[in-house]
Every structure is written in C-alpha cells, then in structure tokens.
C-alpha cells in the first residue's frame, strides 16, 4: 500500500494537467431456490448446486401459516451500468488499496450484458414490480443513464461509447499488469471486449419498475459532485490509465477528495488518446427524477421521493445522497416530516420502504414508531444481509456489479415476508463476466457479499397486525 503525505502538492499539480475462447460457464436455474451456483472442490470455476430452501426467521414473531400473498415484487440494486470508456473514471485509484474502495473490476466492460441477463431472469420469476435501488449506472454519465434505460425498458441496447470498438485500460497491449486484459491474461477470452462493445437486443422487464437515487447516480465514482472541469475531461479524448509510479495519496485523503485530485491527471503517467463524446457529461438531478420515478409525482422536481402502491403494498423511496459530494446518506427535517405524511396517509396498508444507502439513524427512529412498516429494502454494501428490528425487517441485496450478482424477490404475505436470490441467467459474455467477478481478488466473494444462507433465502415472519 502507497502512503506518503509529502507528495499531496505534487498530486495537485498533476491533476491540473492536461466472447471468449472457451465454453460458456454454468447457468443457474430460475430461482435458487430450485439450483444454484458455488464452488464446493474450490477450483476456481463455479458449477451447478442444489438449490437452496427458505429458512424459518422468527426473530420478530413466531413460526405460523404464511398467510395469503399481497405482492411479489423484484429487487434489483447495484447494477453500476458502465461506460468503461470514459476519460472521467479513475481505475487506477484501486491500487492504492484502503480506504479506497474497489474502482476497477475485470469484468467492467460487461455491465450490459450482465443487467440483461438479470431482467430475463426477474422475468421469469414473474414480480408485481421492480425496485431498482440504486448505483443504477456508475458514473453519472448521460450516456451510462440512457443505456440503463434500454436495458430496463427493452429496445436496442448499444454498450460502445466515443468511437467504434474498444477503447480503454484492458487492451491487450496495456503493459500495466494491474489490469485484467481478457486477450492475453488467463483466463483468456480472446475477443470479449469486441463483444462488449455490440449492440443487442434487450428484453426489457415485463413489470413497471421504479429506481432509487444512488451515490454513483449522482457522483462522478459515487463520490465527487460533478463541474464543468468534470464534464470536460468526461467528454474530452484523454483517458488517463495510470499514475506517474513516483506518486503516492497522502494518508488523509478521502475518497472525494483523491477523485477530484487524480481526475484527469496524465503528466508522468500513462495515457490513450480516446474519441469524444458529447453524451458522457453529467446527469442532472432533475433528469435522474424524470428517469426513474415512473411517472409518479415527487416531493419535489429534483430528489427521488415518492410513493407508489404495489397492489395493497404501499411503498415508499427515500432519497439520501448528497448532492455535495461524498457516499454517506444524508436527511434533513422537510423529508423526515414528508416522511411521517406518508407512513400516515398508508393507513393500515403494510409498507415497503426503498432506499440506497443503509437509511440514517433519524429515519430509522421515524420508522420504528409506524406500525404498517414490513420492511426496509436497502443496498449501497454489495452484500446480502437480513437483520430485524423494531417490528419490521431490513433487507440488504447483492450488486450485480459483483458476485455473486443476483437479485432478490420479495413476496409480502399477510403475516410474514418471503425472500430468494435469483441468479442472472448466464447466457452469452453475462456468463463470462459472472466468472470473472467470482475470480476478482477485490470483489464478492473474498468480501462475502453472498451473505450466509439466512441472508438470502428466508422466510421472515412478522408481529400480527
């Protein structure tokens, strides 16, 4: 790990300037709940498992008859639809190691393909509707929002950006040995980053679906508040690959902060000249609304925060980013009592709530004082995680953006909630990346974002009404 607080005037002055080879991998049923996916002879490679069951989750209330369903809804999270090419990502910051989080994955290019995969796979599970809860692309591009579009909605999906083919830090010519260059590094899949770069046809899923404002939706690298400088560099013909290998982070930098340092740095280092786009400047907050809350009317024109009723399901979308800058959730007094109008106005519906970031503690205090609240559907982790509390369950789902890049149904009973992972389908490079993201040193599976089985299949059972 590279630490050295004497060269953080140095880093400022540089940020100033200017289908694979072999047989596609194993494909996991519908459901999990019917056959899996794992690694039990630790090979590396993942195989076909039996399926797992939902187990009983009594914390909250005892063991009874489930009741009859009032709706099934789909989860999707964390899909960071990418546009792999743009000069305004940093993936050479990984190397600098914690804090820092992961900014570059070998399987990046294949974001498309992947979140493809998954609607055909929440298609066949049939939901009500979908809650897509943010992180929905990955670097707050227009571009990146107009793709993920096409994949929810259906249509012709085109991954490439700037000009044809592929430009960026996995070529093959590349001599930087931090990246996964898929041409010549085992495993070789000689050709995927041409097929990354083909339009296709997207299913689109069947059911309305509804977003949630992530931090990467907002934020360059879910991090730094976008500016014209950002916007510049995004669009420009200068993609920065690497550092000049003398420079170092000083040990107080943040996230943000690196981001805004590095963003845009060449001198010393590595550099391609790319094709521009006009299309990879920023999305605005007003257009992420417009995008994602389906039509329904928000509690005002530019923050993600509405209602909408899923059959006798009512369900509510808090939006926590900050628009300054920055991964942690915020919320002020306007949302928190907007919030309490909502919670009333369900009556004695059960509630969903939707929301990115694990909500901050004073909405929390607000919903453990509403009794119709079932569940708190949350993400922004990467990792599967059910935890009780007052009353109500709180939710954490898998990105797809990782392994092991499954989404989660949720079917809302009259006295508890039923909940499954549900693998993407695996077909095409979805199959591949999904192979590559198992592999990834820094990714899910070291991380355990799978969660243990109680995480991901469960039957969670609720205080009577």
Same mark, same amino acid.
């Given at each position: ?7 953080? @005037?140095?880093?400022? *002055? ?11 991998? =194993? ?10 996916? +794992? ?25 009874? @008859? ?19 090419? /743009?000069? /305004? ?21 294949? /974001? ?32 990146? *929002? ?14 490439? /950006?700037? +000009? ?44 309305? &679906? ?22 510049? %560099? ?14 170092? *982070? ?17 001198? +010393? ?21 417009? @995008? ?17 009723? %899923?059959?006798?399901?009512?369900? %509510? ?18 949302? !928190?009592? &907007? ?24 909405? !929390?205090?607000? !919903? ?10 949350? @993400?922004?982790?990467? =990792? ?8 109500? &369950? ?25 909940? &499954? ?36 299949? =469960? ?7």
């Amino acid at each position: 790990m590279i630490r050295a607080a004497a060269l953080l @005037a140095a880093l400022v *002055l540089i940020a100033g300037c200017g289908g694979g080879d072999d047989e596609g991998p =194993a494909q996991a049923a519908a459901s999990t709940l019917e056959r899996t996916l +794992g690694d039990p002879d630790g090979d590396g490679a993942l195989d076909a498992r039996p399926g797992e069951p939902l187990l009983d989750r009594s914390e909250l209330a005892p063991a009874r @008859a489930p009741g009859r369903v009032l709706a099934t809804i789909g989860v999707m999270t964390d899909l960071h639809v990418r546009d792999e090419e /743009s000069p /305004s990502r940093v993936p050479y910051l990984d190397r600098y190691g914690e804090p820092f989080q992961p900014t570059f994955r070998p399987q990046e290019a294949l /974001s498309a393909q992947v979140v493809a995969a998954a609607v055909r796979a929440v298609n066949r599970q049939a939901p009500d509707a979908t809650l897509v809860l943010g992180d929905v692309i990955d670097n707050a591009q227009r571009n990146e *929002l107009a793709l993920a579009q096409t994949l929810l909605d259906g249509g012709r999906a085109r991954p490439d /950006s700037g +000009g044809p083919g592929y430009a960026g830090v996995q070529t093959g010519d590349n001599p930087d040995p931090f990246y996964y260059r898929p041409d010549v590094d085992p495993p070789r899949h000689r050709r995927l980053l041409a097929a990354a770069q083909q339009p296709f046809a997207a299913e689109g899923l069947d059911a309305p &679906w509804y977003g949630v404002a992530g931090n990467h939706d907002l934020l360059l690298q879910g991090e730094l508040a976008p500016t014209g400088r950002t916007d510049a %560099i995004a669009a420009g013909d200068r993609l920065v690959t690497s550092l000049d290998p003398r420079a170092e *982070l000083p040990d107080t930098a943040t996230t943000e902060e690196a981001v805004d340092a590095l963003l845009g740095a060449a001198e +010393g280092g590595r550099s391609l000249e790319v094709p521009p786009d006009s299309e990879r400047v920023a999305v605005t907050p007003a257009q992420l609304v417009a @995008a994602f809350a389906g039509g329904q009317p928000t509690r005002t024109p530019d923050r993600l925060d509405y209602s909408i009723d %899923i059959g006798p399901v009512r369900a %509510i979308v808090l939006d926590v980013v900050n628009r300054s800058g920055g991964a942690e959730p915020v919320t002020d007094d306007a949302q !928190l009592a &907007w919030l309490r109008e909502q919670l009333a106005a369900a009556d004695d519906r059960p509630v969903v709530v939707a929301v990115h970031q694990p909500p901050p503690e004073a909405i !929390l205090q607000v !919903l453990d004082e509403a009794a119709g609240v079932v569940a708190v559907l949350r @993400a922004h982790n990467h =990792a599967n995680r059910i935890e009780p509390r007052a009353g109500y &369950w709180i939710l954490g789902t898998s990105a797809l953006a990782d392994h092991p890049m499954q989404v989660r149904m949720l079917r809302v009973r009259e006295n508890a909630l039923e909940t &499954w992972m549900v693998d993407q389908d695996g077909r095409g490079e979805a199959g591949t990346a999904r192979e590559l993201a198992f592999l990834d040193a820094q990714g899910g599976r070291p991380g355990n974002y799978a969660g243990a089985a109680a995480d991901r299949n =469960a039957r969670l059972y609720l205080t009577p009404r």
